[in-house]
């Protein structure tokens, strides 16, 4: 039997390199002796020490430790936790920086992974870079030898959680209460048995659902119930899967947004909703300048969600069909159809990779326009049943350039679709995430 091999031993002493180049995640590239060296906390152009964290047979990695030559991208981080929280990665540059690197990315995956470009690359959708947040997992752990409960984001490659005060990203609601919530989390009787708190914020509420392992004590309860009331926190429990989901204070509550004026969509708060809610109410602007409704316009609005794109949709055309994978989003959708008086939505439930499209009633007639929202893996599976519908245009919002790339490049070399214009949508503002938006034409 072979011998394992033994994992390299990782050099203690800082060393010296320069980056050439940043990765699509914002990390810099660094070649060392031949080998790829990805470096965290470098910027392209700068010379820097960095300790290894990891080697292996391929690549390694590392972390500076100091700034010998700066770029001139390089800002002070507006956040004390920004070299241990893995919550940011790019805190260390500049806003147009972050824009490039995310515009970058965008086009060197339509051409590697697409082989296209569109004719016009659109200018980048950007809002506040602080604060923007409104939508969080966060850990908590007790942690013996720091004397205190930890909540917040894990550490920069590591599985356990940053110690952090506060959380600049974060709407400051929640974001500068972080140590003040641990703190309470460190009086209950149940402190070592809160695994997490999700958080869902609207304009006016903050929703903190906890996830208790075990059932809380009497005295825990009422604890919890006091601080929700004298923090103006909403408190949910879940002892278990996301269908334990329960109010505890008050007894009705009710989380809503306004995608535009004029409409009100209310969701729970473990629903998928957008996490920056300014960029949200330019994208739908964005999408529907992009589509060129008009009154005629059947639609389709597929991974349609909440109805987040579909209620402003139904505002400007004849007919619009939202279509949904998740029983409980439909049946949210549906209710906030009736609750804005549009009767000119309707929202499907389907599993499109079971069953065609065409083979459902309300697509028979077909679609003149879609708009689509996939997840992260994309749409591969459902673009030749788009392409039978018949429609002349169609807008796509990608959370991921790498699948929207590859879906282009589908939709144009085998479906005979154009793609006009592409641009990215700065969702997350000092992340490597890349939110991007795409229109395709049919002559």
Known sequence: MARRSRRQRLPQEPVQTEIENLSHDGRGIARIDGKTTFIDGALAGETVMFQYSKKQSKYDEGRVTEVLTASDDRVDAPCQHAAICGGCSLMHMSANAQLTLKQDTLMSQMSHFGQLSPQQWLAPLTGPTLGYRRKARLGVKHVPKK?????????????????????????????????????FIAGLDAHNRIAQIEVAMDDDHVALIWRNLDPLSEDDTQKLLQFGQENNFWIYLQPGGPDTVTALWPESPQLSYQPEAGLTLAFAPNDFTQVNAEINERMIQHAMSLLELNEQDRMLDLFCGLGNFTLPLAKRVKEVVGVEGDASLVKHAKANATSNDLNNATFELADLTKTALKDYPWAKAGFNKILLDPPRSGAFDVLGQLAELGAQRI????????????????????????????????????????ESIALFVKA
């Open 395 to 434: 807008v796509y919002v990608s959370c991921n350039p790498a699948t929207l790339a590859r879906d282009a490049g589908e939709l144009v070399h085998q479906y005979g679709y154009t793609l006009v214009s592409a641009g990215i949508m700065d969702m997350f503002p000092h992340t490597a995430h890349v």
């Open 147 to 183: 004397g205190r409960v930890l909540v917040g984001f894990r550490e920069k490659g590591s599985p356990f959680l940053a110690l952090l005060e506060q959380c600049q990203v974060l709407d400051q609601r929640v974001g500068a209460r972080l140590a003040d919530i641990g703190q």
